[in-house]
């Protein structure tokens, strides 16, 4: 028996009533549910059944099955059900804005959907074609919005007249979801009545893939919450750097370049300290920048002919460098006696060792 599907009249009602018709273990089957579940690439909706929380909502063969944790639920029963209504509204706002988007990048550029997940935090949409200019995209979107246009639910008779988008096959029923003027495209999932619900529109991220373009994306109070945040961590910055939006970016990017300079200052400080330690082929010191240890140990093979830079202490261990105009494998074989690990090759080998000071000058002697 096929489940009644309230979510397609109702999807703004969060409670209803049904009857149980089967029970397997803590799967629950209803007659009738205004649950969503797992469907066309977006989650389902949570709430609860008579009080006990559903924990999942799967749909097999049009058979809607609830997944509950521990009840006392028994077939004939009749219960009352709840939605999370913060949940469902946000996923309403976002699978709509996705109609949205993909109609206007189809108007676009022609380009059609061929992946969409949407979860709790965000959506994420694949085109098959390259995107350049997003911020064409972002401002057509947030326009339709501030249109506040029409959004039509229904189940076509002829559907054979009407041209729509569809990401799969489907069979059965077509559900069509049309936004006046902007896109026409078959789904399960419910939706909100006008684009003006949508609020706000922003893509928050474009990785460009082997299939072209993808999106991931906020809508609503998601949107909201993002432009918020990153408002308020702006003001922050605002506030460290005695700044403002006109000024920010120059003075981090004057401090990035400072922070810089000093960095190149601090290695070429640090190698010449380190070339002064130099008073034989090996050189311990408790920490150094890893180009250093590296040209220092250039330094030494040049001087010695082998030679190698040990960091780190006999507590915790040295990490080494250790060059050769021989054969830095032969010193290699030397330290695994020690317990140390590493690699390499004959003018060069590097690793980790757990000996001491004392037991690596004695085995290097």
Request: proline share 2%; glycine share 6%.
């Amino acid at each position: 028996m096929k489940t009644i599907k309230l979510y397609d009249e109702m999807p703004y009602s969060t409670d209803f009533k049904a009857t149980v018709i089967e029970v397997n273990k803590n799967e629950i089957i209803l007659d009738q549910t205004l649950f969503f579940p797992e469907e066309g690439g977006q989650e389902c909706d949570l709430g609860t059944i008579n009080e006990i929380p559903v924990k999942d909502v799967q749909i097999k063969n049009d058979v809607i099955i609830h997944y509950v944790k521990k009840h006392n639920l028994q077939v004939g029963d009749t219960i009352k059900g709840h939605i999370d209504w913060k949940r469902r509204y946000s996923f309403m706002q976002n699978h709509t804005g996705e109609h949205l988007l993909s109609g206007i990048v189809h108007s676009l550029y022609g380009y059609d959907n061929v992946s969409f997940h949407l979860n709790s935090e965000e959506g994420q949409v694949e085109y098959d074609g390259d995107i350049q200019d997003i911020d064409l995209i972002e401002e057509k979107v947030n326009q339709a919005i501030y249109e506040n246009k029409e959004i039509h639910c229904f189940y076509p008779d002829d559907l054979e007249n009407i041209s729509y988008r569809s990401k799969k096959e489907i069979e059965g029923k077509v559900r069509i979801v049309e936004i006046k003027e902007y896109d026409i495209c078959a789904c399960c999932a419910p939706h909100v009545k006008r684009t003006g619900e949508l609020g706000v529109f922003k893509i928050i991220k474009v990785i460009h893939t082997t299939r072209g373009t993808r999106f991931i994306f906020l809508f609503g109070e998601r949107g909201y919450h993002r432009f918020k945040d990153d408002f308020d961590h702006l003001e922050s910055l605002y506030h460290l750097f005695s700044s403002n939006n006109q000024t920010l970016v120059k003075q981090v990017n004057k401090m990035y370049e400072e922070k810089t300079a000093l960095e190149v200052k601090y290695a070429q400080l640090e190698k010449e300290h380190m070339l002064s330690l130099c008073e034989n082929a090996y050189l311990f010191v408790e920490d150094c920048l890893p180009v250093n240890q590296r040209e220092v140990t250039n330094y030494l093979v040049n001087v010695y002919s082998t030679g190698g830079v040990f960091v780190g202490n006999d507590e915790k261990g040295y990490r080494y460098v250790i060059g050769s105009t021989s054969n830095a494998l032969d010193i290699l074989t030397q330290l695994k006696s020690l317990k140390s690990k590493g690699g390499g090759s004959k003018e060069m080998i590097q690793g980790f060792t757990p000996a001491s000071k004392t037991e690596l000058l004695k085995a290097l002697s």
